[in-house]
Nanobody
Framework: QVQLVESGGGLVQAGGSLRLSCATS????????MGWFRQAPGKERQFVAGITWSGARTYYTDSVKGRFTISRDNAKNTVYLQMNSLKPEDTAVYYC????????????????????WGQGTQVTVSS
């Protein structure tokens, strides 16, 4: 069983930046792809960004391309989401998730493919 703990959320003005972190424990972090999802009030959970186990491939939902960057540090068992040029519509609870399969060669965007989830961290962007 893997444990995921997000941090770094908060309140920021539009145009500002935040960096989310997700620390993991419980299994070999470097064997698994990772993803970030978000859920706004009254809306379904949405894929935001993903990265393969090696870090060689990343994928972003269209609305965050050019503004968000996902990265990972396998030595620290941590995945990051750098969020720049934040907009009010980015307001949501952000969750990190770990792929259920090892060494997947591509980034998966489907929530059912992720076997472990963090508790979420709130990001609020004021206008």
């Amino acid at each position: 069983q893997v444990q995921l703990v997000e941090s770094g959320g908060g309140l920021v003005q539009a145009g500002g930046s935040l960096r989310l972190s997700c620390a993991t424990s419980g299994r070999t972090f470097s064997n698994y792809g990772m993803g970030w999802f978000r859920q706004a009030p009254g809306k379904e959970r949405q894929f935001v960004a993903g990265i393969t186990w090696s870090g060689a491939r990343t994928y972003y939902t269209d609305s965050v391309k050019g503004r968000f960057t996902i990265s990972r540090d396998n030595a620290k068992n941590t995945v990051y989401l750098q969020m720049n040029s934040l907009k009010p519509e980015d307001t949501a609870v952000y969750y990190c998730a770990a792929d259920a399969l090892t060494l997947r060669s591509r980034v998966t965007t489907a929530a059912p493919d992720f076997g472990s989830w963090g508790q979420g961290t709130q990001v609020t962007v004021s206008s």
